[in-house]
């Protein structure tokens, strides 16, 4: 067994010193020791009961080879406070857990021991605190400028367009790989309207370096949300979480792969859940405008699945400034009516030299029209169907090797038959391979051609 004892600077100290996984396995990576000592904080603060304990364990297992972590291995938490009556040694409690193999096993309630809850909304019928949900959309048409259209009204507790519900005032969370602070994202927000002091911007993470230092990096969810949840409770009010392109925090996630998706996916729902927030998750749409406008949203469909309600930034096609933000999916409430805007340029007072930026305008009445007669296009009867079925196909593996059978799945989605995805496969130049082992593991499937 070794002693590690991590340091915490982020996690604060509430009288005698930083909490710490004080012994471990060998095996253990300390930044792992870490990950776990910000959920034992999380769960104390909280006042959980002692199945705290078990939920720190939770997550050290979650995060060490099932392979490498043999059973019968002690773990002891240590605090400067008695935890739920535990004894205490020299000043600090120590819980102890034997890992058992039912700390394995399958975890289930009667839905009698459920407490019915109603759900709580940050815009009414429309986007529900502690869930998840996706804005998706073209580039171009605005989709940013709507994230800080919302920012605004919940960092303020105004009132949403049109429905002119009440929003409930709080802080809003913002993850942005694409634009930048200062000319961009900043500017935007003044423009909208936002209360700054209640807008944060989460930049990179800190974390341990090769040489015993730090070093930053881009957040990652498969391995971040434990630190999200800890900024989320040191700014105390977070009602509004948006990730902007929720693409760009999948590190090593394979995006096109389901059930990758999934799992990736939950944890953040969890923390949604958790803390009462709202998450919003801004994605792009492929170009194969045959197919579902939601099966469209760029990655595997897992991510339209795991959200609980999908907006769709749309053009209107007879007039270029008109924009669309339609529902296209709610698993919460009936199908509402959509909105429609126009972008407008905003020069920020006071500025010098003149600082131009973008802001939503909001029309004054809700759309009645169809998501569909939105995001069809008008001219997809005029053009061949090979050239289609390329279409499709380029958007289909533009990510890389996709399984034959997904693809054909997928075109019958998009009503384009096989034997004319058969003869763009030709015309692109695709040829079947196979990846992976045998049977269930491997599978034969189509990639582009290198240029």
Same mark, same amino acid.
């Given at each position: 067994?070794?002693t590690v004892t =991590?340091?915490? &600077?982020?996690?604060?100290?509430p009288?005698?010193g930083?909490?710490?996984i004080?012994?471990? =396995?060998?095996?253990?990576d300390?930044?792992?020791?870490? *990950?776990? !000592?910000?959920?034992?904080?999380k769960?104390?603060e909280?006042?959980a009961p002692?199945?705290?304990a078990?939920?720190?364990?939770?997550?050290?297992?979650?995060?060490i080879? &099932?392979?490498?972590?043999?059973?019968g291995k002690?773990v *002891?938490?240590?605090?400067?406070?008695?935890?739920n009556?535990?004894?205490?040694?020299?000043?600090?409690a120590?819980?102890?857990?034997?890992?058992?193999?039912?700390?394995?096993?399958l975890?289930?309630?009667k839905?009698?021991?459920?407490?019915a809850k109603?759900?709580?909304?940050?815009?009414?019928?429309?986007?529900?605190?502690?869930?998840f949900s996706?804005?998706?959309?073209?580039?171009?048409l605005?989709?940013?400028q709507?994230?800080?259209?919302?920012t605004?009204?919940?960092s303020?507790?105004?009132?949403?367009?049109?429905?002119?519900?009440?929003?409930?005032?709080?802080?809003?969370?913002?993850?942005?790989?694409?634009?930048?602070?200062e000319?961009t994202?900043? =500017?935007?927000?003044?423009?909208?309207?936002?209360?700054?002091?209640?807008?944060?911007?989460?930049?990179?993470?800190?974390?341990?370096?090769?040489?015993?230092?730090s070093?930053?990096? !881009? *957040?990652n969810?498969?391995?971040?949300?434990?630190?999200l949840?800890q900024?989320?409770?040191?700014?105390?009010d977070?009602?509004?979480?948006?990730i902007? &392109?929720?693409?760009?925090?999948?590190?090593?996630?394979?995006?096109?792969k389901n059930?990758?998706?999934?799992?990736?996916?939950?944890?953040?729902?969890?923390?949604?859940?958790?803390?009462?927030?709202?998450i919003?998750g801004?994605?792009?749409?492929?170009?194969s405008?045959g197919?579902?406008?939601?099966?469209?949203?760029?990655?595997?469909?897992?991510?339209?699945?795991?959200a609980?309600?999908?907006?769709?930034?749309?053009?209107d096609?007879?007039d =270029?400034?008109?924009r669309?933000?339609?529902?296209?999916?709610n698993?919460l409430?009936?199908?509402?009516n959509?909105?429609?805007?126009?972008?407008?340029?905003?020069?920020?007072?006071?500025?010098?030299?003149?600082?131009?930026t973008s802001?939503?305008?909001?029309?004054n009445e809700l759309v009645?029209k169809?998501?569909?007669d939105?995001?069809t296009?008008?001219?997809?009867?005029?053009?061949?169907?090979?050239?289609e079925a390329?279409?499709?196909?380029?958007?289909?593996?533009s990510? !890389?090797?996709v399984?034959?059978?997904?693809?054909?799945?997928?075109?019958?989605?998009?009503?384009?038959s096989?034997?004319?995805?058969k003869?763009?496969?030709?015309?692109?130049?695709i040829k079947?391979?196979?990846?992976?082992g045998l049977?269930s593991?491997g599978?034969?499937?189509?990639?582009? &051609?290198e240029e």
């Open positions: 067994m070794a =991590p340091d915490l &600077p982020h996690l604060p100290d009288e005698e930083n909490r710490r004080s012994e471990i =396995p060998d095996e253990v300390p930044e792992i020791s870490a *990950f776990a !000592g910000e959920v034992a904080f769960a104390f909280a006042g002692p199945e705290a078990t939920e720190i364990l939770t997550a050290v297992k979650r995060a080879n &099932p392979d490498t972590y043999k059973n002690t *002891f938490v240590g605090n400067d406070k008695r935890l009556g535990y004894p205490v040694t020299n000043g600090h120590h819980v102890e857990h034997q890992i058992t193999a039912a700390d394995m096993g975890v289930s309630i839905v009698s021991d459920v407490e109603a759900i709580v909304w940050l815009w009414e019928q429309r986007l529900a605190c502690g869930k996706i804005i998706t959309g073209n580039p171009g605005g989709k940013s709507i994230t800080a259209s919302l605004a009204v919940v303020t507790g105004g009132k949403w367009p049109v429905t002119r519900d009440q929003a409930p005032l709080g802080s809003v969370l913002i993850l942005s790989a694409e634009d930048d602070p000319d994202i900043r =500017p935007r927000l003044e423009a909208a309207g936002a209360d700054l002091t209640r807008v944060h911007l989460l930049s990179a993470v800190m974390a341990p370096s090769e040489t015993g230092g070093v930053r990096r !881009g *957040f969810l498969s391995v971040d949300i434990p630190k949840i900024r989320m409770i040191e700014i105390g977070v009602r509004l979480v948006i902007d &392109p929720i693409s760009a925090y999948f590190g090593s996630t394979d995006s096109h059930a990758e998706v999934r799992t990736l996916l939950l944890p953040l729902q969890q923390c949604a859940q958790e803390m009462g927030a709202a919003i801004v994605s792009h749409l492929t170009k405008e197919m579902d406008v939601l099966l469209r949203t760029q990655g595997s469909v897992g991510i339209v699945a795991a609980r309600a999908v907006f769709g930034v749309g053009k096609k007879d =270029p400034g008109k669309y933000f339609m529902p296209l999916k698993n409430a009936t199908d509402m959509g909105f429609s805007y126009h972008i407008e340029e905003f020069c920020l007072p006071g500025t010098d030299p003149l600082i131009r802001r939503v305008m909001w029309d009645t169809n998501a569909d939105v995001f296009n008008p001219n997809k009867e005029e053009r061949s169907a090979v050239a390329e279409d499709f196909l380029r958007d289909a593996l990510m !890389g090797w399984k034959t059978v997904e693809l054909q799945a997928s075109a019958r989605k998009a009503g384009i096989w034997i004319t995805v003869r763009a496969q030709t015309r692109i130049g079947p391979t196979r990846h992976g049977a593991n599978g034969w499937g189509w990639e582009l &051609p």
